[in-house]
Structures are given as structure tokens and as C-alpha cells.
């Protein structure tokens, strides 16, 4: 059996043929191509146990030590290089001086990496992201999602696709519920939320799922009734009962790349609103997304907004294209089966 090469960011906490990490559409790629393929995994390792768990039989973690001992393998396999940060360009960097091919070397990207990088690291950062796309970008092949929209809500039987007549008259609730899914993590901006919605009155209530209860313990949870927190979900069906509990997603983060929760949202049929310093999001999801200020008010005017036209929004959100990711790896089969 052919074997390919994916490279990733992420941390995997391993143990055997068990897999544990913190990124669930990592998980995604991984399982697609492991579905005709063995997989030599390349990524960063950690001793902490992380939220999502796969059991992955035909996967071999390889250190960069081991990778000078598959020179054949790296001339003669297919590569696949998840997002481009400083770490996988590295990796790139060494599979070329091994031998790799530009026909066998793919790089995924999921977001405006330009973008991400200026708010991260301000123009150091924008700059940083130039040289390595523009060093590799004739060096390779480029595959994006960003503008892959296919498919379309009332034509899939998905688990995660809603149908039209679960379309719910909401306008007229007097509570708001709002849901936040997602790392807590300082970058996330959760404590923001929190703090905004500490000024908030009965009318709002904010359910906050996530992990990583190493930066947030129970100890330091809101005494708020009118926030309740949980740890992570781990199941398709839990998680979408969350979402139709809820009116509205929130995404709080002061960065974000390309968030598989605005794609489970939307597909649930529920608006997101996001803060300004994200509004960039804008440009990838054309529809069902709401820029506010970070302010107790302007979250409060843009709520009352979304709620008064929910209906409306709603068939909105059902009649547009979405990327959906089988269509996508449906693609990405085509091209490592060959």
C-alpha cells in the first residue's frame, strides 16, 4: 500500500495506535486519506492528553530524526503540508533537501493567512507569511476550501444539514440563548465574553462548552446564573443538540483562521456573531454572520437584530451554498489516489 506524507502544526498526544488531539478537522484530513492510504504523520508531540481521541491503525508518527531514513520514500510518495505556519515550513524545507517532488507536494490552506498572521503578530507577522508563501508558492500546489462552496442544505440528509421545517419562530422569546463553543484560551477572548455578559440582564442567558480547563479551572467559573459552563464535547449528537438548544452562535476569538464551528453553525441554521477584530471572516462566509463592537451594547443591539429578522435570516442561510468537507475530500481523493 502507497503511503503519504502529512505534515501538521498540531500537537498529538500518543499512545500505541491511540491518538489524541486538540483539533478536530486535523482529525478530518487525517481520516480521509487514511481511508486508501498509510499515513507518515510529521507533526509536534505533547505529553498532555488532548480533546479529541481517534484510533488510527494505519498511522505512523515520524520524528525528524526518522525522516532521514526514508529518503526513497519522501522522492517517490505524496505530501501533504496542512496550513503554512513557521514549523511546517521547516518541514517543507527538509523534504526538499530530501528529494521531494513540487507534482507530490500539497499544501492545504484553510484561511486569509496574511490576515491571521498581521493580527497575531502585526506587520512583522504579515511579513513573516509573504516570505514563506512566496519562497514555496511555485515550489508546490495549493489547494484551498475558502472558496469551494458547494452543496446545499435542503439537498443533503447529513446529520449535522437541518431541514426546512425545523425552522423555529424565535423573534419573539424573551430569552436570548447564546452559545459558545470553543477553547478557553486567552486568544478566544472567553474571559471577554464573560465580562460583557456580567452587564447583561436576565433576558440573555450564554452557554460556553470547551476545553482546556488548564487556562480556565472550576474554581474561577462565573457565579452567574446567567452563564453556565461545561467541558468539552466529544459526540457529533451532543454537540448538535447544543446548537438547536441555542439561538445563536458567539466566536469571541481576537484571531481566527478558519473555523469548523461557523460551518456547524450555519448548518444547523444558526447566525454567528463575531467581533470586530475578526470581521475579516466576513469575506469567506458570506452569509449568516454578524460584526458587533466588543461592548455590552453593541452585543446587546446586534442580538435584538438577529432575533427580530430570525425567520428571515434563517432562509437565508438555507437557501445559500455552504462548503461541505465530503465534497471537498472527495477532490482531495482524486488527487493522492493518483
Known amino acids: 500500500m502507497k503511503k503519504i506524507f502529512i505534515i501538521s502544526n498540531d500537537k498529538f498526544n500518543i499512545n500505541g495506535r491511540r491518538f489524541f488531539n486538540s483539533n478536530k478537522n486535523t482529525f478530518t484530513i487525517i481520516n480521509s486519506i487514511n481511508k486508501f492510504s498509510e499515513v507518515n504523520l510529521i507533526a509536534r508531540k505533547t505529553n498532555f492528553k488532548q480533546k479529541f481521541y481517534r484510533k488510527l491503525n494505519k498511522v505512523y508518527f515520524l520524528s525528524i530524526k526518522k525522516l532521514f531514513n526514508k529518503i526513497n520514500e519522501v522522492k517517490n510518495s505524496k505530501i501533504l503540508i496542512i496550513s503554512l505556519t513557521p514549523f511546517n515550513f521547516t518541514i517543507y524545507l ?11 507536494i500539497f499544501l492545504f490552506l484553510r484561511s486569509d493567512g496574511f490576515e491571521e498572521y498581521r493580527i497575531k503578530f502585526g506587520s512583522l507577522g504579515y511579513f513573516i507569511y509573504w516570505l514563506m508563501l512566496n519562497f514555496s508558492k511555485n515550489k508546490l500546489n495549493i489547494l484551498s476550501c475558502s472558496r469551494s462552496l458547494t452543496g446545499n442544505f435542503k439537498k443533503k440528509k447529513k446529520k449535522w444539514l437541518i431541514k426546512r421545517n425545523l425552522i423555529k419562530k424565535k423573534k419573539n422569546l424573551k430569552i436570548r440563548k447564546i452559545l459558545y463553543v470553543g477553547r478557553f484560551r486567552e486568544e478566544k477572548g472567553f474571559l471577554s465574553l464573560i465580562n460583557i455578559f456580567k452587564k447583561l440582564n436576565n433576558q440573555f442567558q450564554l452557554t460556553m462548552i470547551g476545553n482546556d480547563q488548564k487556562y480556565f479551572k472550576k474554581k474561577d467559573y462565573p457565579k452567574n446564573t446567567n452563564i453556565k459552563v461545561f467541558g468539552p464535547i466529544t459526540t457529533d449528537k451532543d454537540l448538535i443538540n447544543y ?8 466566536l469571541p476569538s481576537y484571531m481566527e483562521a478558519y473555523p469548523q464551528v461557523i ?5 444547523r441554521l444558526k447566525p454567528i456573531i463575531i467581533f470586530n477584530e475578526i470581521k475579516y471572516l466576513k469575506k469567506t462566509f458570506k452569509f449568516g454572520l454578524f460584526n458587533c463592537n466588543r461592548d455590552d451594547k453593541s452585543l446587546e443591539s446586534i442580538i435584538e437584530k438577529i432575533m427580530n429578522n430570525y425567520n428571515d435570516i434563517q432562509n437565508r442561510i438555507l437557501k445559500e451554498k455552504i462548503f461541505t468537507q465530503e465534497n471537498f475530500f472527495f477532490n482531495v481523493e482524486k488527487i493522492f489516489k493518483s
Open 243 to 250: 446548537y438547536d438548544r441555542s439561538d445563536i452562535l458567539i
Open 94 to 104: 527538509i523534504l526538499k533537501i530530501l528529494g521531494a517532488k513540487k507534482k507530490n
Open 263 to 267: 460551518l456547524e453553525s450555519l448548518s
